[in-house]
């Protein structure tokens, strides 16, 4: 039974990349079912998939997923060879904790700082509230890399797991507003930037040519 993910834009919608760029960096197949949000009732079209009407939403035969945490767990459960999840249980308690943090919370830093990947922005002053939430992600971010990622360029060593899926997007808007962090940080950044799941992502957001203006700056 083959997997389908529905997204949005990939310039745009942050939620999107995070479970596409897991299950693309972890080999896991799936078939991607996509919408604009510029296309007549997308809304509508969603709810066929889940009556939430939100993306992204997984499918896996009669099972339905969505939201972004949830279906890193299920994918999780439903391929535990390909590591989604840190192997150890510490650090997989503490990818699940910062994971949960990015989908609830930071949001000064994404009213602030709209993800778009064609764009590049480097002279938008952060709000207050944006500074105290790029404080909060680097201080993530360096905490994790010191305490876990030591065997490697993520935050939770060598292999690219659920946890920087979720910060993936803060990477793209960082880069985009050339937010200024620190040396841990800019070689974090720089080894998200590149693996092939964001290279191949950020290739097809450019493609894209339609604008979506509330998300734009």
Known sequence: ?????V????????????????????GIEFEEIFFNFNMPGWK??????????K???????????????????????????????????AARAHARSISSEMATGFTG?????????????????????AAADIARVTAIWRHARATYGTGGDFLFGAKFCGADAMYAPVVSRFTTYAVEVGEVEQAYMAA?????????????ALKE?????????
């Open 1 to 5: 039974m083959t997997l389908k993910l």
């Open 7 to 26: 997204i949005a834009d990939k310039n745009y919608s942050s939620w999107s990349m995070r479970p596409w760029i897991a299950m693309t960096a972890a």
């Open 44 to 53: 509508a079209a969603i709810r066929e998939y889940s009556p939430a009407g």
């Open 55 to 89: 993306v992204p939403i997984l499918t896996d035969g009669e099972v339905t997923v969505w939201e972004s945490l949830a279906i890193l767990d299920y994918l999780h459960e439903r391929f535990p060879e390909t590591g989604i999840w840190p192997d150890d249980w």
């Open 109 to 129: 830093l994404r009213g602030h700082y709209p993800m778009n990947m064609r764009r590049s922005v480097p002279d938008r002053a952060p709000s207050e509230a």
């Open 192 to 204: 998200v930037r590149e693996t092939p799941a964001f290279k191949a992502w950020q290739a097809e």
């Open 209 to 217: 040519p339609w604008i979506v203006d509330e998300d734009e700056v």
